[in-house]
């Protein structure tokens, strides 16, 4: 494997009866998720760690059919909904979870896929955490397999077990959204999300449905959980959930967020792109000059409020998403990639998962049968306005009532640690004044490690954390750490801070 990998080698790989052998390769349709792609098109801007990838269909075999399980809610019949929606066994694959088709819009047949994980530790009493991917149009699946699931896909398909995923202590909920990201889908264009609150209403529907299914986890810690362009999604539905609770029967135990390498606020990030891509060294004088213009023009049609203009202008700048020629931070940089400072391209073992998807023994497993895994291009086009608005306000909310983690990788380039902070510097919420003059203290995951994980700043029920080394995602090891503090600072009452927290190392034993 690369050694971009996050951390595939270090992991003790404890291997798995390996897969039949798949296909000849020349019969299927392309298919790098995350992987190095003949072309530069299909990105999407603030994936974190992708999740994007060219359209595919199962191959040659009985994917078996899509599991809907919407009917088997509303007529009561959950225990049965349960054990078809129970993913069974197969060569490499020995773990108990669940998944299937949640309708969320019957007008326009909008489904959305979930992959739950019951946590394999007291899975009674753990949290469950919802984790959504970026792009616009990441799927989920890049999440499961990539960064902290408990299964990693290699080359040939073989599964090898992660050795810390976050399903040891929390039961996670792997969710493609929006419809018509990764297995999700809608059958109308009027089903695709334009706007957060489309993608909040969705989501919250499928959410409600899923505890009423899993009544058995209705009562447990919720944490909402994301990165990148899920900066967005995270407050989106969290707000959705805090304002619905008081007034609905249905509650649903929200406790907190955790965001990674989030773009939350666009204008902030969007402001601090020109002196932070010079001062790494991807952009010259001249280019931070015309870079400094660009952004400039951007801000102002985001404050006019003109949000097609904004988004075209930004696409052109760095992404090229939308447009049919490669963007000016392509041009310049020569880079393809810009999710981690020392990584020009991405790293193929990310698209390895989307092979290991369209296998129909797969397929027929996680009952997704023959629809077509979509690259989220749609979902990207359909909400080009959303990518340049804030969801400052909600997240404001947010802050203010439940607990938050904001986390980053220092060597992301588009969302980087002093993106962020800009972001973060200009927030309103109850505890801004304290935060501003906060300190931060150095992170270490034992005291005695010679080591520095990364920096660590707190103020009352926030933590921030930025972690030195590898782009956040990459490095699932640390990354589970980080969520494991968050989580484990409201199990255990010893643990008053995050610094304290930190110095539990988590043990697989
Ligand atoms: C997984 O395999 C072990 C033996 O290796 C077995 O005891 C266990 O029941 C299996 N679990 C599932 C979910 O099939
Ligand atoms: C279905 O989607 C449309 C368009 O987004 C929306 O207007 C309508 O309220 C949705 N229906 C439900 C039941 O959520
Ligand atoms: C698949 O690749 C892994 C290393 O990535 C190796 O350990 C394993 O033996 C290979 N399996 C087969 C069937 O080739
Ligand atoms: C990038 O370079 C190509 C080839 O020279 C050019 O066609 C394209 O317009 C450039 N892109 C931008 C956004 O300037
Ligand atoms: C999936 O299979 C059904 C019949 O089982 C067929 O009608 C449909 O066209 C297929 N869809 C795709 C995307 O292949």
């Known amino acids: 494997m690369a050694k971009s990998g996050g951390r595939s080698e270090s992991t003790s790989l404890r291997t798995l009866p390996a897969l039949p052998a798949p296909p000849d390769d020349a019969l299927l349709p392309p298919l790098f998720i995350c992987g190095f792609r003949p072309s530069r098109r299909l990105r999407t801007l603030f994936s974190g760690c992708r999740g994007k990838g060219h359209v595919s269909s199962p191959r040659k075999g009985d994917p078996g059919q899509r599991l809907f399980l919407t009917p088997y809610i509303e007529t009561g019949k959950l225990e049965e909904g349960r054990q078809l929606s129970l993913v ?10 669940y998944s299937g088709y949640i309708t969320v819009n019957k007008t326009y047949n909008s489904n959305i896929f979930f992959w739950f994980f019951p946590a394999k530790i007291e899975p009674q009493n753990a949290p469950v955490v919802l984790w959504l991917q970026g792009g616009p149009g990441g799927s989920s699946m890049f999440g499961l397999f990539v960064e902290h699931g408990p299964y990693i896909v290699s080359k040939n398909m073989t599964l090898f077990a992660r050795d810390f995923p976050w399903t040891i202590t929390f039961s996670m909920l792997y969710v493609d959204n929006p419809v018509g990201t990764g297995f999700s889908f809608t059958d109308h264009v009027h089903g695709y999300a334009i706007d957060e609150d489309d993608v909040a209403r969705n989501l919250y529907s499928a959410l409600i449905q899923f505890f009423e299914l899993f009544s058995d986890y209705r009562d447990n810690d919720f ?3 994301g990165e990148s362009y899920a900066g967005k999604y995270v407050p989106a539905i969290a707000h959705y959930i805090h304002i619905l609770n008081p007034v609905t029967t249905m509650k649903i135990n929200l406790k907190g967020v955790a965001l990674g390498d989030a773009y939350f606020d666009p204008k902030s990030i969007i402001e601090g792109y020109p002196s932070f891509l010079f001062q790494i060294g991807l952009l010259d004088e001249q280019e931070k000059k015309y870079f400094q213009k660009q952004c400039n023009d951007c801000v102002k049609f985001i404050r006019q409020e003109k949000w097609l203009q904004a988004f075209e202008l930004l696409d052109r700048l760095l992404d090229g998403g939308l447009i049919s020629e490669p963007s000016y931070f392509q041009n310049v940089t020569g880079c393809s990639n810009y999710y981690n400072l020392l990584l020009c391209t991405e790293p193929e073992d990310q698209g390895y998962y989307g092979k290991f998807l369209s296998l129909p023994h797969v397929r027929q497993a996680i009952h997704v049968g023959n629809q077509t895994f979509s690259d989220g291009a749609k979902v990207e086009k359909y909400l080009r306005e959303d990518t340049v608005k804030s969801v400052k306000p909600w997240l404001t909310e947010i802050m203010n009532n439940y607990k938050v983690l904001i986390y980053n990788g220092q060597l992301d380039v588009i969302v980087a640690a002093s993106l962020t902070e800009r972001s973060l510097m200009a927030m309103d919420w109850k ?10 203290k150095v992170w270490k995951i034992l005291k005695s ?5 990364g ?11 930025s972690q030195l080394l590898f782009m956040i995602c990459f490095d699932v090891i640390t990354a589970f750490e980080m969520q494991d503090v968050f989580v484990l600072t409201s199990l255990n009452q010893q643990l008053h801070t995050c610094q304290d927290a930190t110095f539990i190392k988590f043990s697989s034993e």
Do not use: H, M
């Open 88 to 97: 069974p066994p197969f060569p490499g694959w020995n773990l108990t979870s």
């Open 223 to 225: 944490y909402v959980t």
């Open 431 to 440: 505890g801004s004044q304290k935060y501003k003059k906060a300190g931060k």
């Open 449 to 453: 490690d010679p080591e520095v994980a």
């Open 455 to 465: 920096y660590v700043r707190q103020v009352g029920n926030f933590c921030q954390i």
